[in-house]
């Protein structure tokens, strides 16, 4: 199994907080994501990152940020939550690999309630 | 967009009985890697497929990527209610990034 660690397990928060969804892991991974996943749907990249200073933004339009200031930890921010981003989110990542194509390791998640 | 649908989107089977989830890319990709999620649960890698035509075997999985590189499936065969879950099939794309698209799905579950 992968050590790879989210924090909260689950929130629930007001319109309008700012948050923050940690995301840290002790394999010494290069590449971090994160997921949305809505309860029996597909997964959407948001956000993800090959390294250190490394952000990028993923297919789905989010409006979160993310910073890689070092290798184990990617947190996720919401400047501002609204009840559109209830969901569940995912952290992953990814060893160093010929042309990219390592598996990625999921973190259990973060469920997050807006009301 | 790129796309990755799996079909059925669901199935309800008795143990015993076998399963087959299909995937298919609207492009070619340059691998594609199958993951299962447990209700509740989080997605856990289960094998990554690179060669056209490839077959892979895990005890009662078999996995297939499909010769042009574009399809795949997977096949449980005497489905156990440990089997249960969503089966996702997450295509490589051959540009950029290299990004990993996950399909829509396939929830199964298991009577005993």
């Known amino acids: 199994e992968a050590d790879i660690y989210q924090t909260p397990r689950y929130l629930v928060i007001g319109t309008g907080k700012k948050i923050t969804l940690e995301c840290s892991q002790t394999?010494?991974?290069?590449?971090m994501y994160w997921y949305q996943q809505d309860p029996g749907m597909e997964l959407h990249l948001i956000h993800y990152s090959y390294g250190v200073n490394s952000t990028e933004k993923g297919d789905l339009s989010s409006e979160s940020t993310v910073s890689r200031i070092r290798t184990e930890h990617f947190p996720l921010t919401l400047e501002s939550a609204r009840p559109s981003h209830t969901s569940q989110y995912l952290c992953a990542s990814s060893p160093r690999g010929a042309s990219g194509s390592r598996e990625q390791y999921f973190g259990p998640g973060t469920r997050l309630t807006v009301t | 967009g790129q796309q990755v649908m799996q079909i059925p989107q669901y199935q309800h089977v008795q143990e015993g009985e076998d399963f087959t989830t299909y995937c298919n890319s609207s492009t070619t990709l340059s691998n594609i890697q199958w993951y299962k999620q447990r209700p509740g649960g989080h997605p856990v890698f289960l094998i990554q497929?690179?060669?056209?035509?490839e077959v892979k075997k895990q005890k009662r999985l078999t996995f297939q990527f499909g010769e042009a590189k574009k399809n795949s499936s997977l096949h449980i065969t005497a489905t156990q209610t440990t089997d249960v879950g969503t089966y996702f099939c997450?295509?490589?794309?051959?540009?950029?990034?290299?990004?990993?698209?996950f399909g829509t799905g396939t929830r199964l579950l298991v009577s005993p």
């Open positions: 997450a295509g490589r794309m051959n540009t950029g990034f290299q990004k990993l698209v």
């Open positions: 394999m010494g991974h290069d590449k």
């Open positions: 497929l690179v060669k056209s035509g």
